[in-house]
């Protein structure tokens, strides 16, 4: 029966909610079969508490509230909202004094009400006080039916039960009410009173609303009969919900109106845009509004499903991702890993911003791309796909991006962040960006800093980092800026800014960092100048839309490269990979190591050259890479540790200490991994030694790997399994769609060992 240790649970109002909640009890095994627990209920229609005797739900009940409470460990309030401050009047005045302190002897008290702001009130009025007692809840479930003939054990199972406890409620209460809802294998959540109302007027309480109107409306005309005669299934699903309990949607609006007003005001403004757009035949700002709803549909879904996690929500994963790789195997065939996430962030923000309609190709359909795209949707620009990889964007024009309703949220997309961050700094409205929980962590100060020289106003958390709220309407100044760290996104995001500032911007690397930002401005027609070390622009220009075809990701082959250099008996080739000057450390540095790799089919697309990478098995030497090698393989490291532990020798690795700020400390993620399977290794502040296993069939062992929600050492350890002596379960992989979807189903047509697996997190 899980933890639930109630003596006995008084549930007041036994209705569909209350009697599937005892029904879900039930079927957990509360109070049967000698199993302490007892459920009564409270009603005041006799026949519903005989009824729910009769189908084995409650073992007694009462019509009168009174002769119940004594005995009860655990309240249930299930009435309707307006109903709710009488029966808490009524419990004030029988529980005894000091029995809602909330301890664990003591009585706890829940609802399940729609609002929580007018039950909270109610219950300041009756008790006096919050007691510590009681624990504000919302289960998000039901159904159309009612009473508790409708009754159903698996009304919860799987669906969201919101808690929302206050200040004054006590911990221990909020457990055994956790305990009574994860029984009836419902998701817990927590939000504060308020941000609930908010949430629920909007995602529940407003479409009743209309599903009512709707149906009121049509209902009333002349040729109503046709009207629901021919209703197709899209008719009949929007206004399934009218079918509701008419009271008791009453008593939520009238509880909750001013949130529920304020969702209408925005759903109206919605309405009136579209009918503008219907009006003036405007087929491109429809496309925009369908596009962005529709997408956006799809894309929340997706991050609630498989990130699982919702900054603006606080919403807490549920479960995790966990990659099994069993030792053996090898590498062969030919095969195109997914295209470039640089490019294809890239490509869409100078799309939203060019004059006229760019097609992309090879678009990255990641988390982390897709999260840029929803974006700028937000912003208003007119987006198709992506399908296939394929991406139409409706450009604006530099100052044609629209105010966005909420926080532009970017998942786990550190490039997104800090080049949002120029590009939004010019804009002339406020904006907010917000992550997961991994890119919260992440610095931006190294964005935020020089744009505050230029003259934008940016707001950071603790420690420089998000969420990044910017203000608009700042007048940008060109700056002369020595980066004080090679680093492709600062560049990136201070050239960005500079499209908007007065003058000239101009950026002095102290490294030569990847350059994919300067050739796709070249691209769009905006000219950008480069001398040594130094690239500048002049603010002010335009963009003009151009064709993008996005080349395969050498972050995401480099994982194959090393798969196949490190397994005897591998022949691979990899398709149109990108092999921008400022992206192949990792080919130099498997060259230098001893790697069989050549490039076949050398030529431009897009301004980006690309070629087929074909590598075959040989073994690998330790070295001392070369630190000018480091910031053109920054990103690759992950995989390249791999491949120094399956050496001959020694590997050193020098300045490198960028590694320790990416979506993990990359350096101690990949050293806590290795010594996890057994590799000798010394960790340094800016770097690592790695002692390779030599020419052994077996390099290392087995084991398990914390993964840290970073999709590089996931996949780094992937690979790894290739020399190892027993499997390697990685844990916490769920981000590895945000650079790699389809990472182990392509690992397996080369010849891997891998398979997903996925546990539920109890809540």
Not at 603 to 616: C, K, M, T, Y
């Amino acid at each position: 029966m899980g933890g639930v240790r109630e003596s006995r649970i008084l549930i007041v109002g036994l209705g569909l909610i209350g009697g599937s909640l005892a029904a879900a009890l039930r079927a957990a095994g509360y109070g049967l079969e000698n199993r302490p627990g007892e459920i009564v209920a409270c009603d005041p229609d006799a026949g519903e508490i005989a009824l729910g005797i009769e189908m084995g739900l409650i073992d007694g009940g009462d019509t009168r509230l009174a002769p119940l409470v004594e005995g009860a460990s655990l309240i249930v309030l299930a009435v309707p909202v307006l109903a709710m401050e009488s029966v808490m009047v009524e419990l004030a005045g029988v529980l005894p004094g000091g029995s809602l302190d909330g301890t664990a002897p003591g009585v706890v008290v829940t609802d399940v009400g729609s609002t929580k702001a007018a039950i909270r009130d109610c219950a300041l009025r009756a008790f006096g006080r919050l007691p510590a007692g009681l624990v504000l809840g919302h289960p998000i479930a039901g159904s159309e039916k009612s009473g508790v003939v409708a009754s159903n054990p698996r009304l919860y199972a799987n669906h969201k039960v919101i808690l929302t406890p206050v200040p004054e409620t006590a911990p221990a209460a909020v457990d055994r009410v956790r305990a009574l809802w994860r029984a009836c294998r419902a998701e817990i959540l927590e939000m504060e009173v308020e941000r609930h109302d908010q949430v629920l007027a909007r995602t529940s309480h407003l479409p009743h609303l209309l599903a009512f109107s709707l149906v009121d409306t049509l209902a009333r005309q002349d040729e109503r009969l046709d009207i629901f005669r021919y209703a197709a299934g899209g008719f009949r699903d929007f206004t399934r919900i009218a079918g509701s309990d008419p009271v008791m949607w009453r008593d939520i609006f009238i509880a909750n109106r001013d949130a529920v007003l304020a969702s209408l005001d925005d759903f109206e403004a919605g309405v009136s845009r579209l009918r503008q757009a219907v009006e003036a035949g405007d087929g491109d700002a429809m496309l925009a509004i369908f596009d962005r709803a529709s997408h956006a549909r799809h894309y929340f879904d997706s991050l609630l499903n498989q990130t699982s996690y919702q900054a603006e929500y606080q919403m807490q994963q549920q479960g995790r991702l966990t990659f099994l790789a069993s030792p053996g195997g090898r590498v062969a065939g030919r095969i195109r890993v997914p295209g470039d996430k640089s490019i294809s962030h890239r490509s869409i923000m100078l799309g939203a911003l060019a004059e006229g309609v760019t097609e992309v190709k090879g678009f990255l359909e990641g988390e982390d791309s897709l999260a840029t795209l929803q974006a700028f949707r937000e912003m208003g620009v007119a987006i198709e796909g992506p399908h296939q990889g394929r991406v139409i964007v409706h450009g604006v024009g530099m100052h044609g991006l629209k105010a966005p309703s909420g926080p532009l949220y970017v998942g786990n997309a550190g490039t997104a962040m800090r080049l949002f961050a120029g590009l939004l700094a010019g804009q002339a409205f406020d904006t907010e960006l917000i992550g997961d929980a991994s890119l919260t962590k992440r610095p931006m100060g190294r964005v935020a800093d020089p744009l505050r020289l230029m003259g934008a106003v940016i707001d950071t958390a603790e420690g420089g980092r998000p969420p990044l709220k910017i203000r608009g309407g700042q007048r940008l100044k060109g700056i002369d800026y020595d980066m004080p760290m090679a680093s492709a996104q600062v560049k990136s995001c201070l050239l960005l800014a500079g499209l908007y500032a007065d003058g000239e911007t101009r950026v002095r690397e102290p490294a030569p960092t990847r350059d994919h930002t300067e050739r796709m401005l070249a691209g769009f027609g905006y000219e950008v100048h480069r001398k040594g070390d130094t690239c500048w622009l002049e603010g002010g220009g335009t963009l003009a839309a151009a064709p993008i075809d996005v080349p395969s990701d050498i972050s995401s082959a480099t994982f194959f490269l090393v798969a196949a250099a490190i397994t005897p008996g591998s022949n691979l080739v990899l398709e149109h990979v990108g092999i921008n000057p400022t992206r192949i450390g990792v080919i130099n540095v498997l060259k230098l190591m001893g790697a069989d790799l050549w490039l076949v089919n050398e030529h431009e697309v897009g301004g980006e050259p690309v070629a087929d990478l074909h590598i075959r098995y040989a073994p690998l030497h330790g070295i001392d890479i070369p630190e000018d090698q480091v910031p053109l393989a920054i990103d690759e490291f992950p995989a390249l540790f791999i491949a120094a532990a399956s050496a001959i020798g020694t590997t050193r690795l020098r300045g490198a200490e960028e590694l320790r700020v990416k979506e993990s400390d990359r350096i101690q993620a990949m050293a806590d991994g290795l010594a996890a399977i057994g590799v000798e290794h010394t960790v340094l502040e800016d770097g690592i030694d790695i002692v390779g296993a030599g020419e052994r069939e077996v390099a290392y062992g087995g084991g398990r790997i914390d993964s840290l929600g970073d999709h590089r050492i996931a996949m780094a350890f992937v690979i790894a399994s290739l020399r190892a002596g027993d499997e390697i379960i990685i844990d916490d992989c769920a981000n590895v769609a945000t650079s790699f979807p389809g990472f182990t189903a392509l690992a397996r047509t080369v010849g891997l060992k891998v398979r997903e697996e996925t546990d539920e997190v109890a809540p």
